[in-house]
């Protein structure tokens, strides 16, 4: 299936990054978040009790047709001054093998299907800082 029926996402977002970078600026690329096929805030609304994690197999969406498409036009950016952090490696087979999390514990990590809540937008922003910190430690 073809996503990109508007832009041509594969050139249009290596351009964008690529004319970005050019004065030896740096790029950080958050790569995608995990989805859920429900709203996880939702998930307790309907009957899971609070703490319980609400979870996604991870092969499944792994092996989302969408997320292989916008992974593919990620694998192909290489650049040396743009660094891509991996959301899955936060969400997924972290909290719990082979799973991701929209949330655990007490903490909602996604609001809905796709959008992180301000716990996620937590473990997100410390990463980001941590790759930050590796740059201007160079």
Same mark, same amino acid.
């Given at each position: 299936?073809?996503?990109? %029926?508007?832009?041509? !996402?594969?050139?249009?977002?290596?351009? %964008?990054?690529?004319? $970005?970078?050019?004065?030896?600026? #740096?790029?950080? $690329?958050?790569?995608?978040?995990?989805?859920?096929?429900?709203?996880?805030?939702?998930? /307790? #609304?309907?009957?899971?009790?609070?703490?319980?994690? &609400? !979870?996604?197999? /991870? @092969?499944?969406?792994?092996?989302?047709?969408?997320?292989?498409?916008?992974?593919? *036009? #990620?694998?192909?950016?290489?650049?040396?001054?743009?660094?891509? $952090?991996? %959301?899955?490696? *936060?969400?997924?087979?972290?909290?719990?093998? @082979?799973?991701?999390?929209?949330?655990?514990?007490?903490?909602? #990590?996604?609001? @809905?299907?796709?959008?992180?809540? &301000? @716990?996620?937008?937590? !473990?997100?922003?410390?990463?980001?800082?941590?790759? &930050?910190?590796?740059?201007?430690?160079?």
């Amino acid at each position: 299936k073809d996503y990109s %029926t508007q832009y041509e !996402l594969d050139v249009d977002i290596n351009k %964008t990054i690529l004319k $970005l970078v050019e004065k030896n600026n #740096y790029v950080l $690329l958050v790569e995608q978040m995990p989805t859920f096929p429900f709203s996880v805030i939702d998930q /307790y #609304y309907a009957g899971v009790e609070w703490g319980e994690p &609400i !979870l996604r197999n /991870y @092969d499944e969406w792994k092996n989302n047709e969408r997320r292989l498409y916008i992974q593919r *036009i #990620y694998n192909k950016i290489n650049h040396p001054n743009v660094i891509k $952090l991996s %959301t899955e490696k *936060i969400f997924c087979d972290s909290f719990v093998k @082979d799973e991701c999390v929209g949330a655990f514990d007490d903490m909602i #990590y996604f609001y @809905d299907s796709n959008h992180i809540s &301000i @716990d996620g937008a937590e !473990l997100v922003g410390d990463e980001i800082f941590k790759e &930050i910190d590796k740059v201007f430690s160079e």
